[in-house]
């Protein structure tokens, strides 16, 4: 035990300077690391706010409702996590692993709903009654002035939103598209490791540093969608901005 | 041994050339990563020297402007990316745990993960020669990185290198960055750390936060690229600057991360060739950690010219000017250990003087264009490129050399020739001001930057004939750095443990250090502890227990593995289907890399970090 | 992992009740983000509420969910150092794109 403890590359924590783990560490300067990463996708979206020289735009083709449900259900699987983690420690292995289950598939469901609702920018589609248009954003406007100058019964829009379709195609798709993909390296993560439990010894009460590090991940995946709800989606059809 | 283990999970005893991919001890990894980087300095000294000759006089034609662009773009970027940061890489590898007391790293596996991806990011670029390099400038500025303005393969080459790049400096960072805070001797607190660990420290925190920014330009710059996105299509609404400003944002801070380390390799030369502790040590940290935080608020005095506006041009010059205050202390701290020391004039302490010297020039000159009236009219005149080489040849590369001779004896555990590396300090001091110097003189009479050539009649001929008979002294330095290093590497006398008289703990141990470094992990009481010790102080003992065991036999140490070698092998494959994504199947061969990659990655996350029962039989 | 450390942690962290009850109030902000949305008369004004009520939200997670309150400072300075930083350059970047003018 004493040479054990002599040797810091040895242990989990045993040894270290400051009794910290290193890989709990290296998460932690990894998570600060990725804050920029993501600041920098969010920079690159507010500078562009605004900029694009055609539609669709936010506005045309936000769904806060249903947005809304799929961030309740991020959140939820963060609580589902740390309860997963609180469990573990409290060697309730029945526990972890249904909480487990229950926020990757939550994971999963908010992945479902980003696909869900990808796919629908991709092929939003605005038909106008040109006789009685009702009240139109900028973007059905100009579908409205082009198509119904010669006299026809309805208007239509040619394409959806594609990421060339404009610059809020472009970065909307890159800054939510690079949050799914860490949702989704986060599921993986998380089915990998309830995996793993099952094997003796692997993860347990005490060893629990594995679920911590994939905790701690998911909860700052979590965390960036926050600010994406609000920065992107709430602001994004805020018609002052 | 020898062959490629399937079922096998652990490389026991390799040797040969496997004992080298699999190893995962800092201080080889170290001298992998000194000599690639070397090698790679000389690449880009080809590419410079090539460079000088097509400008030696007017209008000439040795090579043509095309491949003249592809030779200033990877010039740069061979030696920031390739050349000065690995080789402060290699210091950062070699010295930190000798220096904080440790056996080896926090992660002595994503340590050679490290290394074998700086690897795979460097022969990707290299190899970016054949079928027509990358020639948009170190900085890639949009839109000459379009598609449209450049449609073959250089740029591609360029991206994904700097991606595979930028993942090895993570790596790399995150590990020393928890290296130093977490592996440090009993005693060791941060303010006893040796100030190149310090130095060390916050490159690792600058590089920690600045890659992200770049790799997200590139990402962007990507898409752009490969699926039509709009980031920088100007048709589209984008706009060419906001690449500028991502870039900068990156490109500013990545200065200081080339040149903290080398001011940490000064100041660990200067003390201990001047016998005195070093001056103000506390101020030179503070001034290293105010240096990192403002080096992020000046990063638009590289766009002075973009037309930002008198507000941001004005508040960018007054950063930038506070930020050579913090710089100016450090030169003042070195002179202050210098004055009143008994100094002795060694090839190392020559080249930490060169640096003062040299960077004190480069320090002037960038103040001069800090203001940005004045820029107006330097910016992408020769007045700059002079700058930056009297800041990264007179600065980084000069305390390099000087790192490379303080700490050949520990390294090597051999000594180099005095007064062969004396010779070649002198000829690399005059070769460089002969060649940067006129730089300055043709860059205020109005040359512009990455010109292939310029008429007769514009007077800038004899300068640039000067400029081009400098390289040639530079290149006989070189040579007699390398034949000394080379030949005594081999055959040199062997060194003694302590041979400068130093002052921190490598100087404790054997040269070359054993493979566990430290028989009896130190136990530190105070700065410069090593010193102290050879005083006879009788504070410090050596403690009776705490150690790791007798005579290194029962020390584990963490074992080699293959899988850091494969993860970099699946994504230098990776990288390359990515460029040639329409090969057979399309994207297939990226497919394939990332397997590998994953497939390392996951093997090596379930291999434990020592084989219990290989430990058993040692 | 030691043993007292996780001792410690049992002692010092939250349990599953306040998990849950932090939940809830992590919806009822996200409700009431979403309401604030639909008050027409707010005007700009609800920018910064909303602001302030999604940094709200972030603190929370980050403090009780990713235990930062109850871990080392040390932590906190490694993720913090990040965020502000990224936070710092977004505002410089729209401040020179002159997205507030």
Redesign the interface.
Known sequence: M??EH?????G???G???????R???M?????????????????Y????G???EGPLPIDVFD??VT?IS??VL??S??S???AY??L??NNMKGFRIWMISTAIMGSTFIGFQVYEFSSFATHHVEIDCVNPGELTKYEQHIFDDGCSSGEAHAESHEGLK??T??F???FY?LTGFHGAHVTLGVVWLLSLLLLSFKKGVIT?????DVDLA??YW??V??VW??I???VY??G??P?? | MSTFPISIPRPVHPTGIWNWVTTIDHKRIGILYGVTAFLMFLSGGVEAILMRVQLAGPELDIVSAAVYNQLFTMHGTTMIFLAVMPLSAAFFNFVIPLQIG???V???RLNAFSYWTFLAGALMLKLSWIGGATDAGWFGYAPLTSVAQNPGTGIDFWIISLQILGVAS?AAA??F??TI????APG?TMMRLPLFTWMSFITAILL??????I???L??LT?DRY?????FNVA????VV?WQH?FW?FGHPEVYILILPAMGIVSEVIPVFSKKPLFGYKTVVLAGAIIAFMGWMVWSHHMFTVGLGAVANAVFTVTTMLIAVPTGIKVFNWLGTIWGGSIRFTTPMLYSLGFIAMFLIGGISGVMHAVSASDAQQQDTYFIPAHLHYVLFGGAIMAILSGIFYWFPKYSGKMFNERQGKISFWLLMIGQNVTFFPMHFVGLDGMPRRIYTYAGNMGWDFWNGVATGGVLILLIGFLLVMDNIGRHWKNGEPAPPDPWDGRTLEWSIPSPPPEYNFEE?PIVRGLDDWWATKQGDSYKEIPA?????ENGH?????QPSYWPFVSAAGLFIAAYGVVFNDLLIPWGLAAIGLTIGFVGVYAWSLEP??DPEEDSTH | ???E??AE??TG?P??GQ??R??VI??VI?AV??GV?YVEFL??W??PI??I??AS??TL??M???HLKFD?K??TY??????I???L??SF??LL?G?YS
């Open positions: 004493a040479q002599a040797a810091p590359i040895h989990e924590d045993e270290t300077t400051t009794g910290l783990n290193h709990k560490m290296l932690w300067a990894f998570l600060g690391s990725d804050c920029m990463f993501f600041g920098s996708l969010i920079a690159t507010l500078v562009y706010q900029k694009s020289l806060i409702p809304s961030t309740f959140l939820m963060s609580m996590m740390v309860l609180s469990a420690t409290k990421p060339q404009n610059l195609g472009t970065t890159t009460p005490e060893k629990n540093l905790a701690l909860h700052f979590d965390v926050i600010v709800f609000t920065v709430l602001f059809v805020f002052g901005f | 440790a056996r080896d926090a992660f002595p993570l995150f590990n960055i928890v805070i977490n592996m440090r060791m920690v936060l600045a890659f992200p920014v790799t997200v330009a990402i962007e898409f699926f039509m996105f709009n980031f589209n609404g984008g706009s906001l991502l944002v992990i227990s705490g150690g790791s065991g029962n020390i584990h140490l963490p970090v020592n | 992992m030691s043993q450390l996780s942690e049992h962290h349990t599953a998990y849950f932090i939940a992590l919806c996200t983000e979403v949305f005007g700009h609800m920018i909303l602001f009520l999604s939200k972030f997670v980050a009780y969910y990713m080392h040390l932590f490694l993720f913090v150092a990040g965020f930083l990224a936070a350059i977004i970047l729209l794109f997205v």
